[in-house]
């Protein structure tokens, strides 16, 4: 296997396009296709940057030397990912059907630490995986709505007792006390408050990788 194969195979191990690598590594479309087919080579520069962005040494690039068996032998991040963004949300589903049918505050405590573990195993993927900064751009997205819904509805619930007067209750959503408006409210500055943190992490994350 020479360069152009291990550019090649490293790309369509993390599933992405040629324009798309293009993309990130600041060249055009073109010049991955001419890499790949072994028209021209890429400068020291750029096989930093390829070394960067796969998360591979530059002597595995250039000599195939050693990390080809580490990136087969590394699990994917993503894995974790998804397994831990199951576990978060059956935490949400499982906290909401618990207090609709027994209002009890032990559907908090449930939710909580199947979140929790959903986080714990994710992070593993984080520090053993391959694809890590994909995998954890995209559990974030998701999972932030999943991990602040039962603090966020705890908080609202006490809030809107002490000021709403009505009888705040632990609870893993917001409650419908004496407003409708303040409820409305409740779950505008939620959704709000999550969207805006994913469109804050995405533009980030992609000028960082960029």
Known sequence: ?????RIQNLRKTKG?????LADKIGVSRQTVSKWESEQSAPDMDKIILLSDYFEVTTDYLLKGIEAKENVVDQPDA???????TMFGFIGI????????ERQQI?????????????IMIHMVGQFSGRNA????RKF???????ATLIPYSC???ILQGHFGGFTGRISPIPALGNSILLYGIGWLIYIAGCATFDCIYLVKSKCLSS
């Open 106 to 118: 032990v559907a908090v405590m449930i939710g909580l630490i199947l979140i929790a573990i959903g």
């Open 78 to 84: 993503r894995i974790f990912s998804l397994a831990g």
């Open 140 to 146: 974030w997205t998701i999972n932030v709505w999943f």
């Open 93 to 100: 589903t499982v906290s909401i059907g618990i207090w609709m």
């Open 16 to 20: 992405i396009s040629q324009e798309e």
């Open 133 to 136: 900064k994909t995998a954890n």
């Open 1 to 5: 296997m020479n360069v152009a194969d």
């Open 155 to 157: 908080i609202f619930n």
